[in-house]
């Protein structure tokens, strides 16, 4: 069975905005494109599908844009390549090598993880608290950023139980931002119970 990750910038107040933390550099984009080549499958709800598709798919032209530096190719390509499956109640059709995730969101993703493979990640704000609940996230990973925010939507905010987790592995930056890698307590990975979301959408 394939773990479920769940990796996301986040600031020392516990801001999640993608725009809230440091400007991604060369360090922390290599970081990114190691963690997206890690997964053998996407898993985003519409808004974050949608923002990631809007930055990051190759253009019909073949030619990545003159503003992305040679150090973000890499990652853009892993993106890009990547399959991807998309949580959404309003969206009728994707493409972007990807595919809608339709019925109940439990069994939905228990049938991803149980595919074979290396992992799924897991990315946005509300389809992982919806995973959270769910007992479907494996692992998380929070790239902890030296910035106090003051504003914006908090991580998994409104989670309905307490999540004890264990530190697995720790790397920090250049830039002072810290990476942590955690594991549900007391459990291996794969673990996850049934169960079923509407609002996939972010």
């Keep these: 069975m394939r773990p479920l990750r769940y990796a996301i910038n986040v600031t020392l107040d516990g801001c999640c905005h993608h725009e809230a933390g440091i400007p991604p550099d060369e360090e922390s984009m290599r970081y990114w494109t190691a963690e997206m080549e890690r997964a053998d499958a996407l898993l985003f709800g519409r808004v974050t599908y949608e923002m990631m598709e809007s930055a990051w798919r190759r253009p019909d032209t073949g030619t990545w844009p003159d503003w992305m530096g040679a150090w973000e190719t890499p990652f853009a390509e892993a993106i890009d390549r990547a399959p991807k499956h998309v949580v959404s109640s309003t969206l009728s059709s994707v493409d972007w090598n990807a595919d809608l995730v339709q019925g109940d969101l439990g069994q939905a993703v228990q049938q991803l993880k149980e595919e074979p493979g290396e992992g799924v990640f897991v990315g946005?704000?509300?389809?992982?608290?919806?995973?959270?609940?769910l007992g479907l996230i494996d692992e998380y990973v929070f790239v902890v950023q030296p910035v106090l925010a003051g504003h914006g939507p908090t991580l998994l905010a409104g989670l309905r139980e307490r999540v004890e987790?264990?530190?697995?592995?720790?790397?920090?930056?250049?830039?002072?931002?810290?990476?942590?890698?955690?594991?549900?307590?007391?459990?291996g990975a794969g673990g996850g119970d049934d169960g079923s979301f509407a609002g996939g959408d972010s």
């Design 124 to 133: 946005g704000v509300t389809l992982p608290l919806a995973l959270a609940d």
């Design 165 to 187: 987790l264990e530190l697995v592995d720790r790397h920090g930056f250049r830039s002072g931002a810290v990476a942590l890698r955690y594991q549900p307590a007391g459990r």
